[in-house]
């Protein structure tokens, strides 16, 4: 989906510099030898964002590095991790999509999408309130991001106008799925934190719960304050904020922009309700209701230009045409900026201008700031969806209609609305959705509130229910088949282990996991069993020489590698003093065993124990590092004095040998 109505405004301040003679470390690095860092294009409350180029895909993406004082905590690196995989799992238009994660010595990093364009937070700043239609065509892919996340089981938790993308082709996107919980930003005390608390929901306040239902409420919130401008809630500090979400109810919009319809009332209030009980259970829901108001509001209603804001010109015949101005220029390099006045540490996403900017305008009169006269223009929803190259927008009430809102309606049901709409429906698409139950509409073309001519056509895609594959049988296949097998029937190959198999040939699969013939949906991982072979016994090779050690194992089918360094051991010199795996243990054949050559054992003073008594000269002996060996004979059976050793004291013998000592 994307903004129909709306294009980027010019933001082309920078994101904040290094201190004076500092420059930032990670531009020019190559982080894991595959991403080249070109510059740094935002600075944030949990990490640094950077413009950067796969050099192994060749293509642009964002690079978001965590500051080293969060990357030292351990736990917080892992649910980072943790928290980004599942993410990445998550494909949708409407989200920015996550690439990669990786640790790159001190550096814990994400790829993600590279969006060119602006924050919705840039467009409120710069325009104040926006007509009725632009805030619904944001809303509308907004809520349908995050009604893929939510049917996923993914809650968003700190949804608001700087985590929402206007790229430059109209698309809206949503960032930063479930890597920032709301708690983490409540506990500070900055004005980044009076910006975040004031899109949490009563029930994030008290008790931390975090369901799509507060997700309800954040976008309730964005779209009072694209209706008005301003937020419901302010303060002097973030717990006057706080009270305020917890004992007030959200104004509707029309209390501060008179003469908005009443239909945005009650959307605003609907999923605004301080009782999560009462919203729309997720933003599936809350997408059908804002559907639905869209459909029933009057060209009027939705094009009402609120206090200080500028529209189309929409003045004259019912008829008129109005033609929108090209970009008179290439879109100039990406700029940021980084420091929100209001939400300093949210400022971490992307934006560039592709108008050129005008001179400024004095200051007007009036509750909203004065938008740049030529800045930006309102983009009619025909326009992208038409591809009028041209750009220009017809506009003829009197030949045109609007397609009705059909989501998640039955085929029938939409049918009929589309009838009584004065249209007709050309064709049935069928297509599968992990969102919309089976024999329920997933979309229209065009979509709804489209202008087409009256008596025209309007074709319907229809779900047919999550797209359910059974696990093929993959036994006896080679992995690299396996993996093409599993592709081919819309899966995808997840974890391979190896196992010992006595039946299966090295490098094919024994099982896989879940078990052939289990119905999984469409693109699940499938993990892989492969088998490494009959399991070998490594035969023990310890005090032999290298050479006799090698051909023994080669026989049993194992490659030998030696190990640089010698050490010191019982062993004669050349002899193999360690082994790895040792002796007795399973391995597949091939496999490798390290030798550890022996440069003989460690040679020790012998101690001088002549003339002392049996029990004396034992203990120091062995005290030494020698095994001690009686020698009586038929004189000394009742003697305790050493007579002689078999090595003389002062001299030098391997240790752990045998030392003889003779009683008289």
Known sequence: MTARTLTCVDTTLQGPSPAPGREDPVVGHVLDGRYHV?????????????????????????????????????????????????????AHPNVVQVFDQGTDGAYVYLAMEYVAGCTLRDVLRERGALQPRAALDILEPVLAALGAAHRAGFVHRDMKPENVLIGDDGRVKVADFGLVRAVDTVTHTTGAVLGTVSYLAPEQIESGTADPRVDVYACGILLFEMLTGDRPHS????????????HEDVPPPSAAVPGLAYELDELVASATARDPRIRPYDAVALLAQV??????????????VPPGAVAADRSGAEDRTSVLPRPLSAPRPLSVDAVDAADPEDAELHRTSFLPSPPP????????????????????AVLLALGLGAGVWYINSGQFTKVPAVLDKTEAQARQRIEDAGLEVKGVRKDHSDTVGRGRVISSDPGAGARIRDNDSVTLTVSEGPDIVRVPDLGGFALDKAKERLEEEGLAAGMVTK???????????????????TERRGGSAIALVV??????????????DLDDAERDLAEAGLEVEIASGRVTSEYDAGQVAEQSPGPGREVAEGDTITLTVSKGPRMVEVPDVVGDSVGD?????????????????LLGLFGDTVESQSTEGGGTAPEGSKITIRIR
């Open 361 to 380: 305008e004095p200051p007007r009169r009036g509750r909203f700031p004065a938008p740049r006269r030529g800045v930006y223009v309102i983009v009619a």
């Open 38 to 90: 070109e510059a740094r294009i935002a600075v944030g409350g949990m990490a640094t964002v950077y413009r950067a180029v796969d050099t192994r895909l060749d293509r642009v993406l964002a690079l978001k590095v965590m500051h080293p004082a969060l990357a030292a905590d351990a736990s917080f690196v892992d649910r980072f991790i943790r928290e980004a995989k599942s993410v990445a799992r998550l």
């Open 617 to 633: 000269a034992k203990r120091e002996l062995e005290a030494a590092g020698f095994e001690v060996e009686e020698d009586r004979g």
């Open 291 to 304: 559907l639905d108001a869209q459909a029933a509001l009057s060209d009027e209603q939705l094009d009402a």
């Open 531 to 544: 088998s490494k072979g009959s399991p070998v016994e490594v035969p023990e090779v310890l005090g032999e």
């Open 235 to 246: 303060g002097d500090s973030p717990a006057a904020v706080l009270y305020k979400h917890l």
């Open 499 to 517: 196992a010992f198999s006595e039946e299966v040939t090295t490098g094919y699969v024994i099982s896989t996991d879940p078990e052939a013939g």
